[in-house]
């Protein structure tokens, strides 16, 4: 083979991956993507969702853009923020819980919305079947409602006598309602009694902590949504003020120094909120995409906030846990 011939081949070679990944998008399209998000950035699970879609191939400029509207817990703002994105004309809408994929939803029913960390989809009203959703709404559930037993569970065998507890949950949202009933149920079966105490902004806060200790309960479940997340160095420099033993949903609350935390990996959640952009950006109907049960759990021990509360973790716990802190 000639020389010249084989460097002609060589560089086609070598552009051929460039070329196939020209061929993801159609030239010149660049997708736009609204990210509706309760909280404030700088943000983990924007972040892993933004690092997902760049493994997918997207780089940002070239196949797409953000448009980012953070309610920065003013939950009532959504609304207007999701009504915003719709006037943008985004390709897809991406919503962080209920309260956030409600307000999407309610602003179009024409741009798809990938929604995540909403506890019942089909209990609040989002989608009305989760193997064929229908409409323009699709995303993962938290499956809040269902894992509320199995966190009383948990925190039993640490606290055998834990009876009256006090459950703290944002009673504006939606999805916390349903999960609050099921925590209370599960509580019952477990012959515990619990204290509910609802949170919606920060002078609730402070009659919550009140209620808390006016109660002389002896633990502290923590139903976790965008407000009790974003408040969540308070809720746990608070259980450990009064020496409470808490579990939360959230291993970011254990991180901040909790005792225990059993969830979903959130995290994981969101590199599946980019593959489902992906598939809509290329052609598929959110209606026909089937709404995600998370598949990976976290069980997160924090042995030295245990070690602070006088509290022994059984070595069966232990050995049950994907992370302990020490």
Known sequence: MKRRKFITLLGVAAAWPLMAEAQQQPPGKIRRLGVLQPGAPPDRLVEAMQA??????????????????????????????????????????????????????????????????????????????LARPGGNVTGLSALATELAPKRLEILEEIVPNMSPLAMLWNDTNPSMVLSANQSQGAAAKLGVAIESIGVHDLVSFESAFAAVESGRVVALLTLIDPFTRAHRQQIVDFAAQRHLPAIYDAREFVDSGGLISYGPNLLATQLRVAEYVDKIFKGAKPGDLPVEQPTKFELVINLKAAKALGLTVPPSLLARADEVIE
Do not use: H, M
């Open 52 to 129: 997902r879609l760049r493994e997918l191939g997207y780089v940002e400029g070239r196949d797409i853009s953000f448009e980012f509207r953070w309610a920065e817990g003013k939950f009532g703002q959504l609304a207007q923020l999701a009504s915003e994105l719709v006037g943008l004309k985004v390709d897809v809408i991406t919503a962080l819980s209920t309260p956030a994929a409600l307000a999407a939803q309610k602003a179009t029913t024409t741009i798809p919305i990938v929604f995540s960390a909403v506890g019942d989809p089909v209990g609040t009203g989002l989608v009305s079947n």
